[in-house]
T-cell receptor
Framework: LAKTTQPISMDSYEGQEVNITCSHN???????ITWYQQFPSQGPRFIIQ???TKVTNEVASLFIPADRKSSTLSLPRVSLSDTAVYYC????????????????FGTGTRLTIIP | DAGVTQSPTHLIKTRGQQVTLRCSPK?????VSWYQQALGQGPQFIFQ???????QRGNFPDRFSGHQFPNYSSELNVNALLLGDSALYLC???????????????FGPGTRLTVT
């Protein structure tokens, strides 16, 4: 499993765009990049997932450069409710074989939104 | 459509005791995974159940055991509790091999276990 490195914490003001970068130098060919969000005393919640280039959904965008050794989660116009821990996960999540669905979490990035 | 539910919400036990935590998967899901999350850390994989069998296991001692029932619900049992077992225990459900291109895991709210 590829090791990931992300900032321990970040602060941002409401209404700003927040970019959280994750490094994964040893990413494998079959690995996908997935981001989860976790509020205090709740389970992690899937945000976005991608393999290369750019992925966008109603919540966030995920930018992945051509070498795939890093990725950036972008949260547009954050609000106080976006205060949470964000986890970057790298692994093969294809539903072809058992073993792929085991998630390996790091310590995540604690994002604090300031009013 | 009910999501993943866990019970109890909170639990306080004494060192050396045994505890059982329960999880009901999201409707339509047949695979249950358990994670332990210590304060300030990311969740750590304990084990996974599919077709009532343990399919994968993380680096946890045999004091941690589980069970899956025919209705896909699951239990996590921890024997001989240690102070270090204090954590948030998360259950995640997914669809097994025939569920689609990617595994999608849905987490419950967790059970906060405190060992004194």
């Amino acid at each position: 499993l590829a090791k990931t490195t992300q900032p321990i914490s970040m602060d941002s003001y409401e209404g700003q765009e927040v970019n959280i970068t994750c490094s994964h130098n040893n990413i494998a060919t079959n690995d996908y990049i997935t981001w989860y969000q976790q509020f205090p005393s709740q389970g992690p919640r899937f945000i976005i997932q991608g393999y290369k280039t750019k992925v966008t959904n109603e919540v966030a965008s995920l930018f992945i450069p051509a070498d795939r050794k890093s990725s950036t989660l972008s949260l547009p116009r954050v609000s106080l409710s976006d205060t949470a821990v964000y986890y970057c996960l790298v692994g093969d999540i294809r539903a072809a074989n058992f073993g792929n669905e085991k998630l390996t979490f790091g310590t995540g990035t604690r994002l604090t939104i300031i009013p | 459509d009910a999501g993943v539910t866990q019970s109890p919400t909170h639990l306080i036990k004494t060192r050396g005791q045994q505890v059982t935590l329960r999880c009901s998967p999201k409707s339509g899901h047949d695979t249950v995974s358990w994670y332990q999350q210590a304060l300030g850390q990311g969740p750590q994989f304990i084990f996974q159940y599919y077709e009532e069998e343990e399919r994968q296991r993380g680096n946890f001692p045999d004091r941690f055991s589980g069970h899956q029932f025919p209705n896909y619900s699951s239990e996590l049992n921890v024997n001989a509790l240690l102070l270090g077992d204090s954590a948030l225990y998360l259950c995640a459900s997914s669809i097994g091999l025939a569920g689609g291109l990617f595994y999608e895991q849905y987490f419950g709210p967790g059970t906060r276990l405190t060992v004194t």
